[in-house]
């Protein structure tokens, strides 16, 4: 079975326990001739893959009436894929959203890593730093790296904490938010799970 | 007593009650004659301000020994008038300062409202709304526009309540984030109010 969940900039496979990605810019889609199960938020993307019949969208399949319309689809892949806990997607945004007895609670939306290091280094000259990720949050910071670090990561940490719930990580910066998440559960999977578990509510293979 | 406090865009000025800003690209600090006590965070205007001897720079009054050295001098003299509590200065970006016992604890900065309504734009253009000021904070959203509100305002609300003291709000933005901080004290006049407990202690006046 190959599933792709197409985002802005790539399409992203699974080939039975194969991962691999190609480029939203340089791959045509008509050079997969089996079945593909896919995802896209891509708009211009998709009304491309409707007109080849081995690309088969699945989130007609999802009831959506939990869910918001606007609601990327990868986000709401990533909920389906769990029962009971706090999802933390972190990509060019970082999506937090809350699961209780498989029903959507609600989510929202906080820059991602590259996009927000780029916000402080238009805001002065002097705030151009990498996030230091080894912080220790108890502390009140007392120089310039540490305290956009902290102004970035504190702020989500608490909020992410505050529901007292199991935390997920995925999506491409996973790794670096399971520092500040020590007990996080890191699965990069996550949408495929959900995408898996969608065909299979729907009968589709 | 003639104040002003020089940002990277305007120079704030206080003439005994009255208060008066001047843009930084069109005023000619030498058309004041009378005594100003400044400080400044633009390091080119600094140095032109040097050369005029009616221009007192005060921040060299300061015991910075508990601040550190890449701090904005603003919020170094927001802190000398607060004796215990949040200071939380909202302009371009959002800076949080710990003071206890007369003492600096630490701080982070955070984008402003401008920054980070253009951050949430780059990432899309389906995110391209103002913030909610009148969110409900206790409830998760459903909605793009109330996902990015709650992405910046909540996380910040959660870190800023967490010390357990009072808040002080200042800058620009004081007003709509008095919306976020309903007990907070709004005191746009903070910055002058440390100048002015500087300059009596220093007895340059």
Not at 99 to 121: A, D, L, N, R, W
Not at 135 to 162: C, F, H, R, W
Request: net charge neutral.
């Amino acid at each position: 079975m190959l599933l792709c969940d197409i985002g802005n900039t790539s399409y992203d496979f699974l080939d039975g326990d194969k991962n691999y990605k190609e480029s939203v810019k340089t791959f045509d889609p008509k050079r997969v001739k089996q079945k593909v199960f896919y995802i896209c938020v891509n708009s211009k993307l998709k009304e491309i893959l409707k007109d080849l019949p081995n690309w088969v969208d699945i989130s007609v399949h999802v009831d959506m009436k939990n869910y918001y319309e606007t609601m990327g689809v990868d986000r709401v892949f990533a909920c389906e894929a769990v029962s009971e806990g706090v999802i933390v997607d972190a990509g060019s945004a970082v999506t937090v959203d809350v699961v209780k007895s498989s029903t959507f609670e609600g989510g929202f939306i906080y820059p991602g890593i590259k996009m927000m290091e780029q916000t402080y280094k238009n805001i002065s000259p002097v705030l151009d730093y990498s996030f230091n990720f080894e912080l220790n949050l108890d502390i009140m910071p007392k120089n310039s790296q540490d305290a956009i670090s902290y102004g970035y990561l504190k702020t989500l940490y608490l909020e992410v904490i505050s529901h007292g719930m199991k935390i997920f990580l995925t999506g491409g910066d996973a790794k670096k938010f399971a520092q500040i998440f020590p007990h996080a559960k890191v699965d990069e999977g996550l949408i495929f799970k959900g995408m898996k578990k969608i065909i299979k509510k729907a009968d589709l293979c």
